[in-house]
């Protein structure tokens, strides 16, 4: 029997009994089209994070100050140390030849107010590189001056969200506002955006570094940013790093450094094992919908077993009998994996729709490990009834209605 | 008893309209024999399908017990079934997978009747039948006139007025069909109505009363017996 | 028709097309178990994540300087104009119901102690903490109830801590370093392990005021309020706030029950619980399908069944009613032998790996088998509906 043969013949069983056909089709695109999807969220995620860190500045390094020495415990997030970070050891890091631009960063809580409207609002102290390290935009004005970073000049910059819940309609530039006991005059406006990992930029006051530390009497950083030259120089600059503040620091080393890398590594670790999590889950279905073909080719071995007979009579060895059946259980699964694939892929275009920021594509591992998968039930749970039609007795099959 | 009154039933094939009943009138008496005989295609399954409310004339009225059923719904319909009207086909209608008790049970277990008072009126039907030791037989176990006295004895187990038979010995041998014509007679002797639809000239010359239908018409109806007392 | 008469004459035929029966409700049955098994694990991370949580007892309050927080963290610990101060925390003693005021001030520092020196967390903290937070001493005692404004140079070593600095030497009347600073050992806690990924047993406990010092700082981190168990939470609030509020003129501060983190995260868990349990359920679906699938084939084969029945004086509704309950009894099958088998899985899953809590949570079996029950009803609807269509004179020439 040439091939062509054999398919027209499976394929015309299948058309028969159409119902059948299509609501086996739909159990299998089911499973497909849920690992499709699922593994374009997981992913999607993956690709996401990927990107917000990748905004976060190019070649990034963090410095936190404090240091654990438990095996595998978190950094000393808190950095709270006896001896400080200071601005001065920011200003050192400069001699490094791998270091391009740093920026210190100091968080806290103040009360912000403008004529007599107040709030109590996250303060971040830093430097004019901040922007160029984050690169964040300005909607307004300009972001706070460059220069030397022990001034605290009484300039800030605001978000939009305080610049809407102080200020309303009017126009913020050049007015002053008080923080905690200081006074600043609002020099920019933040660009709106929404989160920026780790910060809301919209509800957020942006002050020299020098003036938040006077403002909340702490002489320590909470975090300095450090951008390297390159991306080969990372490396380089976390070791300079970490050689001149052991040397500011009478030797010891006090500090934590977190390159973008390697956090970026873990969290795409952590969302590849949940997407492949997940995918699995999904990939439960598709053994459903494999015992559902078997159930369908059982029945139909059943209810065409006078056919079976009629083959035999014919001169069709139990072999071919047994390659027609297992043609119609491949042709079932490969056609339910290609609609399920579709199905997933609308699905996932879908999920771009509704969130445009989330890169939603199916990873070309799922979508041909949900295929194969899906072909393989289809072979695996077919031998059994196919095995039925190829050993029936030809007497017995034709004498049966 | 039963009253036809200008019966008719179109059926629509592609575009063309089949009429397989065509103004069919009659009457039928409580108790009587009646043979429907006629060529394939005559309407004779048809008539007799819609005597048993299986299926609804396109035009026509037709009394059961003075009781026009023509506007009955399916429910009642379905009603009228299981307590007038007992069926007994060509290929016995079995239900395969239920012995002998069970089928016969079927329609005692469809209008709800309790347990305890199906069981005796069973094995009663049965052993009349002359099937008391072939009672948890499944179909598969008996003989094809085993099975249509199974049959007849699920038909009857309502005590209907009204037995109607298609081809009852279409399926049979010459002595399985003789023994299925005795056991329908007899019940004729206890006061059924019986209606038997049927190719076999033998069999349908032995009713009292009998009706030749040609192209959906009753071509001759005939009672050589006279009419009963 | 009787109800236990519409059982028997359903499962006759399930039961005379066996293979085709068992793999029907091997579908479902696979679906069900995967939703128990993976609602098992959720809920079992659940549990084991609030028990982590609840060890320090559930009537505890948390007080930060700052009233505004990002993703869960009380600003005001890195900086604040606002400084919670010890004299803050003494007040707080005045609470109606309070058993115990901790102040609470980490950091992290170089402690040297016998010929050893480690960076790790430093507590600063007050008397009340063992107490407090029901973490027993393992080998002499606790900071000693001194003025808070000048305590004595003592402190109490986590057991992680003591055995990397003094192996398993005697540490008490040691002098360890903590910074620049001096102290002389009291005290070893006992191991409590990490407790969501923080050690506790890597740590060094000092006099708050100490802590403050040595980091320079101005203002507690914390001030942890605990209250009699039976006492009414709000009142308790209440008096915090009165107290504080006082003192400070305004509400400059942020006040976290335990409660109210124990739902947030409570909430939070039984997101992801759900989650996997309608991940599982996909194949739930799927095994709908099949149900779907076989009572169509079924309706097919057993045409002139049903013409019969109609024939015998079954009504529509009662064709209807005898394959719904079919498409129904084999969902419900499937069901229980899913339950069992996710169950069990997940039993025997927590014999094999003990770590991975497991429990298997009722609420979600009973979901599960009522969603497998609606799974049958649902798919059992189409073809039984079709079978109760069907016109009972062709239906019986189906033969």
């Not at chain 1, 993956?46 to 390094?61: D, K, N, P, Q, T």
């Not at chain 1, 978190?74 to 601005?87: F, W, Y």
């Not at chain 1, 078997?294 to 071995?301: E, G, Q, T, W």
């Not at chain 2, 009642?76 to 069970?102: K, N, S, Y």
Request: charged residues 20%; contains cysteine.
């Amino acid at each position: 029997m040439r091939t062509p043969d054999r398919l027209s013949y499976a394929g015309t069983a299948l058309r028969w009994h159409r119902g059948r056909t299509l609501l086996t089709l739909l159990a299998m695109g089911i499973g497909v089209a849920a690992v499709v999807v699922l593994t374009s969220l997981g992913d999607g995620a993956r690709r996401y994070v990927s990107g917000e860190f990748a905004s976060l500045g190019s070649h990034l390094l963090v410095i936190l100050p404090g240091r654990n020495d438990t095996a595998g415990g978190p950094p000393a997030m808190l950095g709270v140390t006896p001896r400080d970070l200071t601005i001065a050891d920011t200003v050192a890091l400069l001699r490094s030849p791998a270091v391009k631009r740093v920026t210190p960063i100091v968080v806290g809580e103040a009360p912000v107010s403008w004529r007599g409207r107040e709030r109590s609002v996250p303060v971040l102290g830093t430097t004019g590189d901040f922007v160029r390290i984050r690169r964040w935009q300005m909607a307004r004005g300009r972001f706070l001056p460059d220069g030397d970073p022990e001034r605290a000049e009484p300039v800030c910059v605001i978000g939009a969200k305080i610049r809407d819940e102080l200020f309303g309609s009017s126009d913020p530039i050049g007015e002053w506002v008080r923080a905690g006991q200081y006074r600043f005059r609002v020099i920019g406006v933040l660009a709106a955006g929404g989160r920026s990992i780790g910060v809301d930029k919209e509800d957020l006051v942006m002050v020299p570094v020098a003036s938040a530390q006077t403002m909340f009497n702490n002489p320590s950083l909470f975090r300095v940013l450090v951008e390297a030259r390159s991306r080969e120089s990372i490396q380089e600059a976390r070791t300079d790093v970490l050689a001149i503040l052991r040397e500011r620091h009478q030797g010891e080393e006090d500090v934590t450094v977190i390159t973008q890398d390697a956090v970026l590594a873990t969290f795409d670790r952590i969302l590849r094992a949940l997407t492949y999590t997940v995918a699995g889950i999904a990939a439960i279905s598709l053994l459903v919908a494999g015992i559902l073909i078997m159930n369908v080719m059982l029945i139909s071995v059943s209810q065409r077993t006078g056919e079976i007979g009629l083959l035999k009579a014919l001169g069709a060895p139990g072999r071919q009998i047994l390659q027609l059946f297992l043609i119609e259980a491949l042709i079932l699964s490969l056609m339910g994996a290609v609609i399920g694939y579709l199905i997933g892929n609308a699905g996932s275009w879908f999920i771009r729709y509704l969130y445009p920021s989330v890169p939603a594509y199916p990873p070309l591992w799922a979508s041909v490990a949900s295929i194969l998968t899906a072909m393989g039930t289809g072979l695996g749970f077919g031998i059994l009834p196919a095995r039925r039609a190829a050993r029936l007795d030809p007497v017995a099959a034709l004498s049966r209605r | 008893m039963i009253r036809l009154q200008g019966i008719s039933r179109y059926f629509q094939v592609g575009d063309q309209s089949v009429h397989a009943l065509d103004g069919v009138s009659l009457d039928i008496g409580a108790g009587q024999y009646v043979s429907i005989m006629g060529p394939s295609g005559s309407g004779k399954s048809t008539l007799l399908h819609i005597l048993g409310l299986l299926d609804r004339p396109t035009s026509g009225r037709y009394f059961l017990n003075n009781r026009d059923t023509t506007d009955l719904d399916e429910r009642a319909q379905a009603q009228a079934r299981l307590e007038q009207i007992g069926f007994v086909f060509q290929f016995f209608h079995l239900v395969p997978r239920l012995t002998a008790f069970d089928n016969v049970a079927l329609p005692l277990v469809l209008s709800g009747t309790p347990p305890e008072d199906r069981n005796d009126r069973v094995r009663q039907r049965l052993e009349v039948m002359g099937l008391a030791d072939r009672i948890h037989h499944r179909p598969e176990q008996l003989s094809g006139g085993q099975r249509q006295r199974v049959a007849i004895a699920r038909a009857t187990i309502m005590n209907p007025a009204i037995l109607l038979a298609d081809e009852p010995t279409g399926n049979l041998d010459r002595a399985s069909g003789k023994d299925v014509v005795d056991a329908l007679e007899a019940l004729v002797q206890q006061g059924i109505t019986l209606v038997v639809v049927t190719h076999d000239p033998d069999i349908g010359s032995r009713a009292a009363r009998r009706i030749h239908m040609v192209d959906g018409r009753v071509a001759e109806d005939s009672m050589p017996g006279g009419l009963p007392p | 028709m009787r109800f236990i008469d519409l059982i028997r004459l359903s499962s006759s035929s399930i039961f005379s097309y066996r293979v085709r029966s068992t793999l029907t409700a091997l579908g479902i049955a696979v679906g069900i178990a995967a939703v128990v098994l993976l609602t098992s694990i959720g809920e079992g991370i659940h549990r084991f994540v609030l028990a982590e949580f609840t060890q320090f007892g559930t009537n505890l309050i948390a007080v930060n300087p700052g009233k505004t927080t990002t993703q869960g963290t009380p600003l005001g610990i890195l900086g604040t104009v606002r400084p919670l101060s010890l004299e803050d925390a003494e007040a707080l003693a005045r609470v109606p119901y309070a058993t115990a005021v901790v102040p609470v001030m980490q950091g992290n520092a170089e402690v040297e102690g016998g010929e050893h020196t480690r960076r790790t967390t430093v507590l600063g903290v007050g008397s009340e903490f063992p107490q407090a937070f029901s973490y027993g001493v393992g080998l002499g005692r606790f900071l000693p109830s001194d003025d808070s404004l000048s305590p004595r140079a003592f402190a109490v070593l986590g057991s992680k801590l003591y055995s990397e600095l003094f192996g398993k030497r005697n540490p008490l009347g040691e002098k360890v370093r903590v910074g620049s600073e001096h102290y002389r050992v009291i005290g070893v806690m006992e191991s409590k392990g990490q407790v969501l990924g923080f050690d506790l047993d890597d740590t060094v406990y000092i006099p708050a005021v100490r802590a403050l010092e040595l980091f320079n700082r101005d203002s507690l981190m914390e001030i942890d309020v605990v209250y009699e168990a039976d006492a009414p939470p709000d009142e308790v609030v209440g008096g915090i706030k009165r107290i504080l509020s006082a003192r400070h003129g305004k509400e400059d501060y942020t006040i976290t029950t335990q409660q109210q983190m124990l739902d947030v995260l409570g909430s939070v868990l039984s997101v992801l619980t759900f989650a996997v349990g309608a991940l599982g359920g996909i194949s739930l679906f799927v095994g709908g399908v099949g149900i779907l699938t076989i009572m169509t084939i079924a309706v097919r084969e057993r045409t002139a069944e049903i013409g019969l029945l109609r024939a015998l004086g079954a009504a529509q509704g009662q064709v209807l009613l005898l394959f719904l309950s079919e498409a129904v009894m084999l969902s419900g099958m499937g069901g229980v032998a899913g339950l069992l088998v996710g169950a069990g899985g997940a039993q025997l899953l927590h014999l094999l790996v003990p770590a991975l809590p497991v429990k298997t949570p009722w609420m979600y079996v009973v979901l599960a088998e009522l969603v497998a029950l609606g799974v049958g009803l649902i798919t059992g609807v189409v073809p039984a509906h079709r079978a109760s269509r069907l016109d009972p004179v062709e239906s019986l020439r189906a033969e």
